[in-house]
């Protein structure tokens, strides 16, 4: 995270918005009883376009005001952050919204005013009638070519259950009911929303319905006959907006680009990524076309896909005119190259279970197996699992096998080993993904692996679940 200057005064914050070029947000109020903490975050999630995350950070001073200065250039929520609470604001650019919070409370009982102000109370009105599943973990993955839908538990059981006419009708309904709270609330407070807020909320509404829909119709077409004209339902809904800071937004163009693709190459994913790439101008430009393809760049990188899509990457750069994009594909593609079969894996030194140290230095000479992976990871233990007779075998010809734990807790690491019989060189490390080691490794999720030649550097990794594949590079890395 880029951390940014905090503005130690309202009066400073005012001059610096009043003086400046960029589109400033002002963000400012009180926070009392804060006795141990006075510190106050806000978060701006940039990773859709530049990677990253912006953080400003503010000083609660003594008599209680903090105060932000935000360059956005779009309307985009962001997160509000003390001592590790969240409250979820509503910002546009060139607005005002007024916080007034108390931090043994904070985020429940606080008000908002301002410019900005009803946006933020509709929106966490909204919030509570319409309560989302944060908890990703618990979200059902499905896979349609290039493309990962996540639906939450209720949804899951009903597209599982539902015929695909029930299933429509209860979205419609589901859709309306939370377009009906938005028009309530705009007549009850005539004038108090903004124009762009409420075109923000009615494209996140539609756009999570046309997602789930897609989602239904991809997923669930064989088992609940799902026709063609299933589709027409969604056709109305454009795919090229300027909403690009809307969450479902970016999901649903990802998620109708790939269901064109599985249509109109009839589920070939041969070379699917660089054909989504080349099929994406048939459906979007200027901003949506530009997030979308840096996205395919980036996800390809992270996935070590350096051979494949380093043509696209230099048409990209060569050729985008939307340059804030281009950070996220060069840092995913420097990160890449870190990674590359044959480049040096980062060094470390931890402490293992049994008190001895795990040293990359101390391994060379012989390959080694890291794995990363918790308890609350299925797809880990499962993985894990089907290895244990492969793991047997190559442990006795030489290699090491290196299992870093994510775990939430030291007793429930000490517990699934015990009751699963796992073997090989076990750490720990609390802080997880934001631990040094998984900064290195470039873990942003579980499972993950690596493979490390007995020279200390980065070999192939086969798909995971292919155990002939990793049983023969083994063998080779072994010689």
Not at 107 to 113: K, L, N
Not at 146 to 164: A, C, I, N, T
Request: glycine share 6%.
């Amino acid at each position: 995270m880029k951390y940014l200057p905090f503005f130690s005064s309202l009066l400073i914050v005012l001059l610096s918005c009043l003086g400046s070029q960029a589109q400033n947000t002002l963000v400012y109020g009180k926070m009392v009883n804060t006795s141990y903490v006075n510190k106050i975050e806000i978060v701006v999630d940039e990773r859709y376009i530049s990677g990253g995350s912006v953080q400003y950070q503010s000083t609660v001073l003594s008599d209680n005001t903090f105060a932000f200065a935000i360059q956005i250039d779009r309307p985009m929520k962001a997160k509000l952050v003390y001592s590790r609470n969240v409250a979820e604001v509503y910002l546009e650019p060139n607005d005002t919204l007024y916080i007034d919070g108390d931090a043994n409370t904070f985020p429940y009982g606080t008000t908002y005013s301002g410019r900005s102000g009803a946006n933020n109370v509709f929106m966490e009105e909204y919030q509570k009638q319409f309560p989302r599943n944060k908890n990703e973990f618990e979200y059902t993955q499905y896979r349609s070519g290039l493309y990962w839908f996540l639906v939450p538990p209720k949804l899951d059981d009903m597209m599982q259950r539902m015929s695909k006419d029930g299933f429509s009708n209860s979205m419609k309904l589901r859709r309306e009911h939370r377009l009906s709270a938005l028009q309530m609330y705009d007549q009850n407070h005539p004038g108090k929303l903004t124009k762009e807020f409420k075109k923000y909320m009615m494209d996140e509404i539609f756009y999570e319905y046309g997602y789930y829909m897609l989602c239904y119709g991809t997923i669930f077409k064989n088992k609940h006959y799902v026709t063609p004209d299933f589709f027409d339902q969604i056709a109305d809904i454009p795919v090229q907006t300027n909403q690009i800071g809307s969450f479902y937004y970016r999901e649903f163009l990802k998620a109708y680009v790939n269901y064109k693709y599985m249509n109109l190459y009839n589920n070939d994913v041969s070379g699917i990524i660089n054909k989504q790439y080349e099929l994406a101008p048939n459906y979007l430009d200027s901003w949506a076309l530009a997030y979308f393809r840096s996205d395919i760049i980036a996800k390809a990188l992270y996935g070590k896909k350096v051979d494949v899509i380093l043509d696209k990457y230099n048409d990209f750069l060569l050729n985008n005119t939307y340059y804030d994009f281009n950070d996220k594909i060069t840092i995913a593609y420097q990160k890449a190259i870190k990674y590359h079969i044959g480049s040096p894996a980062p060094k470390f030194n931890l402490l293992t279970k049994d008190g001895g140290v795990a040293d990359l230095d101390v391994y060379k000479g012989k390959p080694v197996f890291i794995n990363f992976w918790a308890s609350w990871c299925h797809s880990c233990m499962k993985k894990m699992d089907k290895m244990k007779d492969l793991q047997a075998e190559m442990e006795a010809k030489g290699f090491i096998f290196l299992n870093i734990s994510f775990d939430r807790s030291k007793e429930s690491w000490d517990a699934t080993i015990a009751k699963k019989g796992y073997q090989g060189v076990h750490v720990y490390l609390e802080d997880g993904v934001g631990s040094t080691m998984a900064q290195d490794y470039n873990v942003r999720a579980l499972p993950q692996y690596y493979l490390i030649d007995k020279y200390g550097n980065f070999a192939k990794t086969p798909p995971k679940g292919d155990l002939l594949e990793m049983k023969a590079i083994m063998e080779n890395l072994l010689r």
